[in-house]
């Protein structure tokens, strides 16, 4: 059986604005209007023969988003792994085969990144195939992309011998080149773009970590011994992974392994790393201009422009990208659009909450957005899912008002529980313990007016939670109800 092993633990920063820490690009319908990037890697595969439930590896504070988008794409049975700190590929890809492994199965495990695009899934396919049975002999296998253009922001592999039943040796790989070495490696017709994507026995992968990084093995063996489970996920534990070592699995095993083959593909590939591979991806007018949403370009070529929340106009542009959302505005060079990661950058170094999240915030319970903030109230719009409801807890320093405007909540205060209906209202003073609760069939919303002296989202305490959040999870400057 193939068991696929889905890494979503990036938090595609390259994408900012619509990607943040929060709510990163693999959670996004990104190139759909349907589906975010990590439903369509799934969907991808549901047609395969002998394809187990997924396994997918994400940071602990995206699991539910996660879960309930699994969920909606038809991944039934999907075993969520949280992560407790990022650790790179290499122990996150141990943490898979060793719990694919734990009952003495040894399963092929195809290891996917969440936010791929693949144009061609019926070649995808067959090549997958192709990897099956060069892993059944014990191999460690990569797919190669076959390059179409000198890529810089690629790595590559350069290919060796063939493989009896298709593939070729693993030769050696490439680090992001200069343009002048992407072009001569692309034109020597020997060199694939690394995509990220594997395929091999677990014990043939856990052998070879065993050989090369055995400390890393040692410590991610710890991880999942002292993992537990609540709800539908399994939790690493913490300190035993984070003493695994930083490393991504190129650099832990594939350049070391002599087992190592790779499948040349040539599949439509794209790892939307950046909003210029992002731009290569969609219809452009004659001028060459891209994008989506309410935006009016004058004499413009060659640019990209997104409009998320508002009309975008813009004129006289050229290879430019723009990209609107509701709380921030980025205007980039198009060839400079991998620097975007240095903004996200600065904005944590200035400790800014743009980086970490948008005005909409997705909980286990629903969403809220954020509408009006000043020193001493903030507005926020509070959507409660059916049959949710947010954790009992209490405020030292603020007050809360609560209009409902559609559906039925089931409040708790103090000692009281009561109802409130439709264009009624109810207040929380300072420091009463209160709940919000969804009983009905619709989604509740409702219109929470905080007040006090301070606002922060660290003077809350939490007395009961159903989905098992810690303190601990909270982002700075996040909604922690």
């Given amino acids: 059986m193939i068991v696929p092993v889905i890494l979503s633990g990036g938090s595609g920063s390259r994408l900012w604005p619509l990607s943040r820490e929060s709510y990163p690009k693999q959670l996004i319908r990104m190139l759909s209007d349907c589906d975010s990037m990590i439903q369509q890697t799934w969907k991808r595969l549901s047609n395969l023969e002998a394809v187990d439930p997924p396994l997918i590896i994400c940071n602990q504070q995206h699991r539910f988003i996660v879960a309930e988008q699994m969920q909606q794409c038809g991944a039934e049975g999907a075993s969520i792994v949280l992560e407790p700190c990022g650790r790179n590929t290499a122990p996150a890809i141990a943490a898979a085969a060793l719990i694919a492994h734990r009952n003495g199965d040894n399963p092929t495990l195809l290891v996917l990144p969440a936010d791929h695009m693949v144009e061609r899934v019926g070649e995808l396919h067959q090549q997958i195939k192709v990897a099956s049975h060069l892993a059944d002999q014990g191999l460690l296998v990569t797919f190669g992309i076959v390059a179409n253009r000198p890529e810089t922001g690629y790595g590559y592999i350069k290919g060796g011998a063939e493989l009896l039943g298709g593939g070729l040796v693993l030769d050696h790989f490439v680090e992001k080149p200069s343009p002048e070495r992407a072009k001569a490696l692309v034109s020597s017709g020997d060199y694939f773009w690394n995509s990220g994507m594997f395929m091999f026995r677990a014990a043939s992968f856990l052998e070879e970590l065993a050989s090369h990084q055995p400390d890393l093995l040692a410590a991610v063996t710890r991880a999942v011994e002292g993992a537990t489970e609540d709800l539908d996920f399994i939790r690493l534990a913490e300190t035993e992974f984070a003493a695994s070592p930083n490393i991504s699995i190129d650099y832990a095993v594939m350049e070391h392994t002599g087992k190592g083959a790779v499948v040349p593909s040539d599949i439509g590939w794209s790892d939307v790393g950046a909003w210029d591979s992002l731009a290569d991806l969609q219809p452009v007018d004659e001028k060459g201009n891209g994008g989506v949403g309410d935006r009016l370009l004058v004499d413009c070529k060659n640019s990209y422009v997104h409009a998320d929340s508002r009309l975008v106009a813009a004129v ?18 198009r060839s400079r659009a991998q620097q975007v990661k240095e903004v ?9 909450t743009e980086a ?23 507005v926020k719009h509070i959507r409660v899912n059916p049959g949710a409801r947010l954790s009992l807890q209490m405020h030292h320093h603020r007050a809360e008002h609560w209009v409902v405007v559609q559906g039925t909540a089931k409040v708790t205060c103090g000692e009281r529980q009561f109802l409130v209906s439709e264009n009624e209202s109810t207040y929380i003073p300072l420091g009463e313990k209160h709940c919000l609760e969804n009983p009905g069939k619709i989604p509740l919303d409702l219109i929470e007016v905080q007040s006090g002296s301070y606002l922060g989202e660290d003077d809350i305490i939490r007395f009961d939670d159903i989905y098992g959040r810690a303190e601990s999870e909270r982002l700075p400057g996040t909604q922690n109800k």
């Fill in 316 to 333: 006289g542009l050229e290879g430019v990208i723009v990209v609107e959302t509701d709380d921030a505005v980025l205007v980039a060079d």
């Fill in 344 to 352: 996200v950058a600065l904005l944590k170094k200035e400790g800014r």
């Fill in 356 to 378: 970490l999240q948008h005005r909409t915030v997705y909980r286990p319970w629903g969403k809220y957005e954020e509408i009006d903030t000043s020193d001493r109230f903030q």
